[in-house]
């Protein structure tokens, strides 16, 4: 079956870049999504790319895209302690509107 | 801004008890999700709808668990009886799939549940 992983904590200083990281292995995944989750809050959608994509930029989000290596990364510019929160990886197939499977999440803390 | 709405927001009640989750997806989705979180299995997909039809249910344990859309505006989940097993939270999603349109999923602010 598919899956996805994510390193589980990542740290950084106010005013830094962060870099997430996640792995998939389902090769048929057509789009690729970034959630982030704030403590008691549900998931909030942050960005997603169409598999045949290498790059998407939303302000200071930037989604990266190796298909080959199956290797996915959503960079923060700028990180604020607003950004702390869960931020997780899903990878779907046949459309946006198919089930997620997500990874573990990946815990950013962000420090003065 | 358009949301997917949840009821309840929270839930205690004791092992043996229904509970009823209901969901109200954004105008216009014709895809309707339900996942589960827990610390230990993360997010997984329980059951969806699509255009009010069960798609798939295969994460749903069967015997206690049934999920249905009486209408287009409401998803409900229900568990009978409750487990000690079955607190987590509950999240319903919503999307909007056609032949020309794609939506992405959007999720509710989610039903914690705990059973006593």
């Known amino acids: 079956g598919e899956d996805v992983e994510q390193s589980l904590f990542l740290s950084v200083r106010e005013g830094d870049s962060s870099v997430i990281n996640c792995t998939y292995t389902?090769?048929?995944?057509?789009?690729l999504y970034w959630y982030k989750q704030e403590p008691g809050a549900g998931l909030q959608l942050l960005t997603y790319i169409f598999s045949n994509m290498d790059m998407k930029q939303d302000q200071r989000l930037t989604v990266l895209l190796n298909k080959k290596d199956k290797h996915l990364s959503l960079r923060i510019a700028d990180t604020q302690t607003g950004d702390s929160a869960i931020y997780f990886c899903a990878e779907s197939g046949y459309g946006t509107a198919s089930k997620l499977t997500f990874g573990t999440g990946t815990r950013l803390q962000v420090t003065l | 801004d358009a949301r997917v709405t949840q009821t309840p927001r929270h839930k205690v009640t004791e092992m043996g008890q229904e509970v009823t989750m209901r969901c109200q997806p954004i105008?216009?989705?014709?895809?309707v999700f339900w996942y589960r979180q827990t610390m230990m299995q993360g997010l997984e997909l329980l059951a969806y709808?699509?255009?009010?039809?069960?798609?798939?249910d295969s994460g749903m344990p069967k015997d206690r668990f049934s999920a249905e859309m009486p209408d287009a505006t409401l998803a409900t989940l229900k568990i009978q009886p409750s487990e000690p097993r079955d607190s987590a939270v509950y999240f319903c999603?919503?999307?909007?799939?056609?032949?020309?349109?794609?939506?992405?999923?959007?999720f509710g602010d989610g039903t914690r549940l705990s059973i006593l």
């Open positions: 999603a919503s999307g909007l799939m056609t032949g020309n349109s794609n939506q992405p999923q959007h």
């Open positions: 105008l216009g989705h014709n895809t």
């Open positions: 389902d090769s048929s995944s057509t789009y």
């Open positions: 709808f699509r255009n009010r039809a069960p798609l798939d």
